[in-house]
């Protein structure tokens, strides 16, 4: 059995892309924790700068809260960058078994809380995460609404792993047919997270958390996944809570698709996504 170190070496080497030649990036620190900082190098075609107040995009990585990193994902927040004139911000939140929860949502709150008291404007700040990261955007934003802190502009959620009891019915019916994962690797990896606390809780499971006054939301899934059924549901929660949201369900792909830069369908929708960022970012523009 590989332990944790190993385990986050074999994902890294797994997904780990070089970073395209007009991306700049930086190490640097928010809510305390490690971050990695991107750009686009290149003038755009309008000829616009990237300016210190223009758009951020908090990015939070997956990994089932025990593996990944900012840098392995990098590639994914790069090309949603594109579609904004500004920067990304990914976070090296702290990662099970050796940090559980509530480790890592209280460093995304952390980060995103210094994000606003830097002086963005939160319309133009937006969120995004993929698998136990798009479940940690979901808690941010539940976390920062009953705080009293404003809403992000949108968000944009990735085969999200909101459902840590394992209920949807795509456990079953996807079993086999999920090219990554079985039932088990997923309880394995969040038991390491919740150890021990009760998963059906909203902040371990928002699946079952009230989602009144999340900012729009983009959720998109692949057909072949044994999480399909969480971001379905979660698209349904967000619905009778009235949060405008968007479900998009990709035929015959897996967990995360959009990590395979060699994909065309991965393409196509973080295409999609990046344009869902731009137009909910008031003033921000798309890639020509």
Known sequence: MLTIAE???QFAAMFT???PADVGSSATTLGGRPALELWITTPRPTGDAVLPGGPVLLYLHGGGFVVGSA????????ALLRHLNGRAISLDYRLAPEHPFPAAPDDCLAAYRELLDSGIDPHRLVVAGDSAGAALAVVTMMRARDAGLPMPAAAVLFSPAVDLTLSGGSMRS???VDPFFAPADLEWLFGQYAAGSDRSAPELSPIFADLTGLPPLLIQAGSSELLLDDAVRLAGRAGADEVAVTLEVVPRQPHVFQLDDGSA???AALERAGRFLATRLGGAKEAS
């Open 7 to 9: 385990r986050r070496e």
């Open 17 to 19: 892309r070089p970073l």
């Open 71 to 78: 840098r392995v994902t990098a590639h994914v927040s790069a």
């Open 174 to 176: 996807k079993d086999g």
């Open 265 to 267: 369908e991965a393409a």
